[in-house]
């Protein structure tokens, strides 16, 4: 019979190899521990997936908007395209324009102590219409029924005209967008109609959608940004993300729509197009990128995986995504039934207060 001290030995061997066998499951519980605590296995706040039914109408259109006020073709640059509206909410007036309010430069680049931080200042929304970059318009009865929309829940929304390809290819949409958030980041423009520079946010759809994303995720390259002010939320519904060849690929985009590519690119054909990869927001994805809403139709002619492609970018970089796959056809705006122009407006709020 083994002595009293082999005995303790023996128990305290079998007590180790009974610990050994444990650790590789006890390190399983603490690594999953700290994956949720930093935040590896949940994506960032705000991050979700949801897949729903559209309605038949675009809802925007079937209301009336009388306390909604326009202030129609505003200059933003020299050409006859570089205009704007700016749909105002009831009750928020814009101060008499001045000779600073137009296309001129400000001293200083726009930024201002005090303008947009007064207690009456609202968020601001620009918006950016569709039309495969060669076509479309801020005017169309669908996007000004969308710009009367946002304003009547209390947006200042800015609907943009911008250079239409052919006769202007890249990056002459992208360069106007940009010069166009650049002025409403003006102090003049900011004080004219009472925005809060730290509440701006991007809506598009369609080709709009593409300049919407593109500008999010340059942003941190501008001056603007450099200076504090950025775009803070974005909201894109059917927006090509990736306009390589990978795009006319099998699932891809349609013959016609590659064609429309091309002609936007400047190129005539993929094989010899490096504007292809630089018109592409999904290569250029950052950890500064701000929140995304993307909303995007199981089987319309933008494939769908060009949108999750985006998503999955923005989510390895951190960046918060919402991302809505409606079933059918529909396409762009065309996604906005009530639930949907709701689901936007509320995105909206959370993000731009």
């Known amino acids: 019979m083994p002595s009293p001290v082999r005995q303790r030995r023996h128990a305290r061997g079998v007590a180790r190899v009974g610990d050994h066998r444990r650790l590789p499951a006890l390190t399983t519980v603490v690594l999953a521990l700290v994956l949720v605590l930093t935040g590896c296995v949940q994506g960032p706040t705000g991050d979700t997936n949801a897949t729903v039914d559209a309605g038949p109408v675009i809802y925007p259109l079937s209301l009336r908007y009388p306390d909604v006020r326009t202030v129609s073709d505003v200059a933003y640059g020299e050409d006859r395209l570089q205009r704007l509206d700016v749909c105002l909410p009831a009750g928020h007036e814009a101060a008499a324009a001045t000779a600073t309010a137009t296309a001129a430069p400000l001293p200083g680049g726009g930024v201002g102590a005090q303008a947009g931080q007064g207690t009456t200042d609202r968020p601001a929304v620009m918006m950016i219409h569709g039309g495969s970059w060669s076509h479309g318009d801020k005017a169309t009865a669908a996007y000004h029924a969308v710009c009367e929309y946002f304003a009547s829940q209390g947006f200042v929304v800015f609907d943009v005209d911008y250079r239409l390809a052919p006769t202007d290819p890249f990056p002459a949409g992208l360069d106007d967008v940009r010069r166009a958030l650049d002025w409403v980041f003006r102090t003049a423009t900011l004080t004219r109609f009472r925005v809060d520079r730290e509440r701006v946010g991007v809506f598009g759809g369609s080709a709009g959608g593409n ?19 950025r775009i803070r939320a974005v909201a894109e519904l059917s927006g090509p993300s990736d306009l390589t060849a990978a795009s006319t690929g099998a699932g891809g985009v349609t013959p016609s729509f ?21 018109a592409s927001p999904v290569d250029d994805v950052t950890a500064q990128t701000p929140p995304f809403f993307i909303g995007h139709s199981t089987h319309e002619f933008i494939p769908l995986w060009e949108s999750q492609h985006l998503a999955r970018a923005l989510r390895r970089h951190g960046v918060p995504v919402t991302l809505v796959e409606v079933r059918g056809t529909a396409h762009s705006i065309a996604q906005l039934d009530r639930a949907m122009s709701e689901r936007v407006v509320a995105y909206f709020r959370r993000r731009l207060g």
């Not at 590659?258 to 504007?275: E, F, M, S, V």
Request: proline residues 2%; glycine residues 4%; positive net charge.
């Open 211 to 229: 300049l919407a994303a593109m500008l999010a995720v340059q942003d941190h390259a501008s001056t603007a940004y450099a200076n504090g002010d």
């Open 258 to 278: 590659a064609r429309k590519q091309l002609l936007y690119l400047g190129c005539t054909r993929y094989a010899d197009c490096p504007a292809a990869r630089r």
